[in-house]
T-cell receptor, first 110, second 113 residues
Framework: SQTIHQWPATLVQPVGSPLSLECTVE??????LYWYRQAAGRGLQLLFY??????ISSEVPQNLSASRPQDRQFILSSKKLLLSDSGFYLC?????????FGEGSWLTVV | GENVEQHPSTLSVQEGDSAVIKCTYS??????FPWYKQELGKRPQLIID?????GEKKDQRIAVTLNKTAKHFSLHITETQPEDSAVYFC????????????FGKGTMLLVSP
């Protein structure tokens, strides 16, 4: 069966520091991969999606970026965090349409 | 782009009652409509989905209905139980090889014993 792992689970970062969240999927090949953000008490916002290695689309212009160095690995990065980047970040995968979420990463920017 | 409206934002029911959550969407090209349940501090879990070639789908105590003409779909939970308490999200998107879903803002369902 397919599993998705995401880390770290929680992190507290100062404003202006870099960010790296990682996600890997097991048990499937060539998955569609996604990064979502959920602000406190709000819905899910799609940040990036990828249909293959080096094929990444951005939905929201901001100071975040995503990379997919391997078929089942998806990384969310930032060079300089803003206070507004705080939230619950969720990696997800789909083959082809049903989306399944990872455990999530709680990011607090202070 | 797609816009999804979800109502109500909060819903309180007694155990055993039914609960209904409604969503509307704007893009007539959307043909895939999932529902997610998110317990506090946890990831959203897919509980049921429907595609636009189907008007209704049922899975035990939960059911989803879709009205393509009116562009709205609903989640129905019967015989609610305290463990049904959670935030429920609807979403709409295209079923075209990958999913760029647009989510509603969520409904907090509280089931009182």
């Amino acid at each position: 069966s397919q599993t998705i792992h995401q880390w770290p689970a929680t992190l507290v970062q100062p404003v202006g520091s870099p960010l790296s969240l990682e996600c890997t999927v097991e048990g499937t090949s060539n998955p569609n991969l996604y990064w979502y953000r959920q602000a406190a008490g709000r819905g899910l916002q799609l940040l990036f999606y990828s249909i293959g290695i080096d094929q990444i689309s951005s939905e929201v212009p901001q100071n975040l970026s995503a990379s997919r160095p391997q078929d089942r690995q998806f990384i969310l990065s930032s060079k300089k965090l803003l206070l507004s980047d705080s939230g619950f970040y969720l990696c997800a995968w789909s083959v082809p349409t049903r989306i399944y979420f990872g455990e999530g990463s709680w990011l607090t920017v202070v | 782009g797609e816009n999804v409206e979800q109502h109500p934002s909060t819903l309180s029911v007694q155990e055993g009652d039914s609960a209904v959550i409604k969503c509307t969407y704007s893009d007539s090209a959307s043909n895939y409509f999932p529902w997610y349940k998110q317990e506090l501090g946890k990831r959203p879990q897919l509980i049921i989905d429907i595609r636009s070639n189907v008007g209704e789908k049922k899975d035990q105590r939960i059911a989803v209905t879709l009205n393509k003409t009116a562009k709205h779909f609903s989640l129905h939970i019967t015989e609610t139980q305290p463990e049904d308490s959670a935030v429920y999200f609807c979403a709409a998107g295209s079923d075209s090889g990958y999913s760029t879903l647009t989510f509603g803002k969520g409904t907090m369902l509280l089931v009182s014993p």
